[in-house]
C-alpha cells in the first residue's frame, strides 16, 4: 500500500520524468509544488524578500536547463536548494559592493516589516542570524531550520564536512553571544524603566 507521501513522490517522479521529455505543463507543476518553499529558503539565506524572488525565478530558469542531470538520488527540492545556494554564492563572488552597517540595518529592518505583515515568525535568533556572514548563516539554516546532514549541506556548498561542522559551531556561538547581550541589553532597559 502505497501512502499519501510515497504517492507524492511517485506524482513527483512522474512529472521529472515527463519534465525531461520538454513537458511544459509537467515543470509547472513542479515549481507550483516547490516555489513557495524554495522562496522561504532564499528569504532566510539572502534576508532579502526582493532578491529572493529573484533568486527563485534564476533557480527555476536553471533548473529548466539542467533538468536533464538530475538523477534522482536526492530529492526534488534539495536539488533546488542546492542550484539555488550556488547561484546565490556565485552572485555574492560577482559582487563587489560593500554594504555598511547602516544598509544591513534597513535591510533587516524591511525584512522584520516584511515577515511580520504577512503573519509570519521573526524572532530574535533570526535577528542574531541576519547578522552573521553568509558563510555561518547558509549551513545553520539548512541545518537547524531544515534538517540536512552536515554532508548534505557539504555537497551543497561544495565544502568538506568539517567545514560545515565548523561554521555551524561557530555561527551558533556567535548567535548565542548576539543573543545574550540583546538579553543584557533588554534587562538594563527593563530596570531603568523600573526605576523611574
Known sequence: MIGKRGKKLMEEKDLIISAKRGDQLAFA???????????????KITMNPDAAEELAQETMAKCVEKIGLFNGKSKFSSWLISIATNLYID??????RERNWKAEEEVSRR???HLESRN????????ALGKLK???RIPIVLKHYYGYSYEEIGEM???????VKSRVHNGIMSVREELKLHGEQESAAARTRSSR
Open 29 to 43: 507543476m513542479l515549481f507550483k509544488n516547490n516555489y513557495p518553499f524554495l522562496v522561504k529558503y532564499l528569504i
Open 91 to 96: 552572485q555574492k563572488r560577482k559582487s563587489k
Open 111 to 113: 525584512m522584520k516589516w
Open 120 to 127: 509570519e515568525e521573526w524572532n530574535d535568533a533570526l535577528s
Open 134 to 136: 553568509d558563510e555561518m
Open 157 to 163: 556548498m561544495k565544502i568538506s564536512t568539517g567545514t
